[in-house]
């Protein structure tokens, strides 16, 4: 199989947010995607974007994505966050995961970075066991938390 992985552009965004959709059906919250195209094209190539991407492409079609933005961790200093690995569900099982996380690994090693880091479903064993294979440490013992919109918001209100 022959693909390119290379840095996303602001015109490949549509495809990405398509991506960004199949995983969140994959997930089995195909109602959660909030952001918008007009989000991911402004936050990732403003004067300061918010993210880096890159896309794996098959004979022009952008079946794959990578989306990281740097952290900084108390332990660690410099570090660099996976929001998500993406691939259609096509293209699975052909190595586009793989050259994914290389670019990124390649990416994260050429900023400096301590550590790259990233959260995996707990039930999502292929996911899991390609990390494994991979090197990565995933940390079953921890907690993903997060505060959502309305938690924010009902946090403000109690101040």
């Given amino acids: 199989m022959n693909y390119t992985i290379r840095a996303a552009t602001k015109n490949d965004m549509p495809k990405v947010l398509n991506l960004i959709k199949e995983l969140a059906v994959f997930e089995k ?9 007009t989000d991911l094209e402004h936050d990732g190539f403003c004067e300061n974007p918010a993210f880096y ?21 108390t332990w660690k200093g410099k570090a660099l966050h996976l929001e998500d690995l ?13 050259a994914l996380l290389d670019k990124v690994v390649k990416y994260g090693y050429q900023l400096g970075v301590k550590r790259i880091n990233w959260e995996v479903l707990d039930w999502n064993t292929p996911a899991i066991e390609f990390y494994e294979k991979n090197g990565a440490h995933v940390m079953r013992e ?8 309305q938690a924010i918001k009902n946090y403000i209100s109690k101040l």
């Fill in 86 to 98: 993406i691939v259609s569900k096509a293209m699975r099982g052909t190595g586009i995961g793989s």
């Fill in 53 to 73: 991407c890159f896309v794996a492409e098959v004979n022009g079609t952008i079946e794959g994505m990578a989306l990281v933005y740097n952290r900084y961790s």
């Fill in 142 to 149: 921890w907690n993903v938390v997060h505060l959502n919109e």
């Fill in 29 to 37: 919250e195909p109602d959660a995607v909030e952001v918008t195209l």
